[in-house]
């Protein structure tokens, strides 16, 4: 009888330890979650003269660091870009609310020239609920790259920065035209995408200096040496997931995002702001 109450007594103890270990385990992810880190890349180009600096903020999802993203712009301010580009799913499809992104672009704006291209969140706002999001983020002065694109001299550089929001479905119908003539652009040419797979294979050979894309959220769990497990709507280990990427002629470079679109919590995977170097030869 004694032994049986042992056993009894064990079993509770640990079932209390492993309900306290998944506690501080959930705790610290949850944590982890609100923790900004800062992602630094170099690139060398022979079509620039000193350097420039380009931050990327890309999937907010209305997430906030800090009261009104103070701690977020902050860490943007220290940065001191040259250039902030945006690509896409600051806001939340399911919610009409777009207060969150707005604040935090105007904010941005008074630190650098903000190029923003939409992704599928702000798409279903705008294209199926009717958002006038677009009008209120140029009212902010930010710049909407919507298959189009801007030039703007910075130290005596020239930059072309281009933009797309299309899906790989919708590429041949509204961006094919639009990319095909930003190849042929003078200067530096950046090249704002929100997905990351328009890069597997028909932007692969791009003829552009520099790529940016978001939307893969950093594979969601980051298993170290292998990466970012998974996509909800590519499966698992979906290619470029967060980092710098070789293309054909380009860099490619894949935010791992701010925040989450889905009650999925990030493990091992900080919310990221990218920063990128452009350094002359």
């Not at 293309?247 to 490619?252: G, T």
């Amino acid at each position: 009888m004694r032994k049986e109450s042992q056993k009894k007594l064990l079993k509770c103890l640990l079932t209390i330890a492993g309900i306290v270990l998944c506690s501080i385990l959930l705790i610290s992810i949850l944590n982890d979650n609100e923790n900004l880190t800062e992602t630094f890349y170099k690139v060398n180009s022979s079509k620039i003269k000193g350097s420039i600096r380009i931050v990327v903020a890309s999937d907010l999802h209305n997430m906030e660091f800090g009261e009104n993203n103070e701690e977020l712009i902050k860490k943007i301010v220290d940065l001191k870009p040259d250039i902030i580009a945006i690509t896409g799913d600051m806001v939340n499809k399911d919610n009409v609310d777009v207060e969150v992104c707005l604040r935090l672009c105007e904010r941005l704006r008074e630190i650098a020239p903000v190029y923003y291209v939409y992704g599928n969140h702000e798409g279903t706002l705008i294209y199926e609920k009717g958002s006038q999001l677009p009008k209120l983020l140029r009212e902010r002065g930010i710049t909407i790259l919507e298959n189009a694109s801007a030039s703007i001299n910075i130290n005596g550089n020239l930059i072309e920065i281009g933009g797309t929001s299309s899906s790989i479905k919708l590429y041949e119908r509204y961006a094919k035209d639009f990319i095909e003539d930003f190849q042929m652009k003078e200067g530096y040419k950046i090249l704002l995408c929100h997905f990351p797979d328009l890069f597997y294979d028909i932007l692969y050979d791009v003829d552009v200096d520099l790529a940016f894309a978001g939307h893969y959220h950093g594979g969601i769990i980051q298993i170290p040496g292998m990466g970012g497990l998974y996509s909800i709507e590519y499966g698992f280990f979906p290619r470029y997931c967060s980092g710098m990427f070789s293309l054909k002629n380009a860099k490619l470079v894949v935010s791992r995002g701010l925040g989450e679109s889905r009650q999925i919590p990030r493990i091992n995977n900080q919310p990221e702001i990218v920063v990128v170097d452009v350094m002359g030869e």
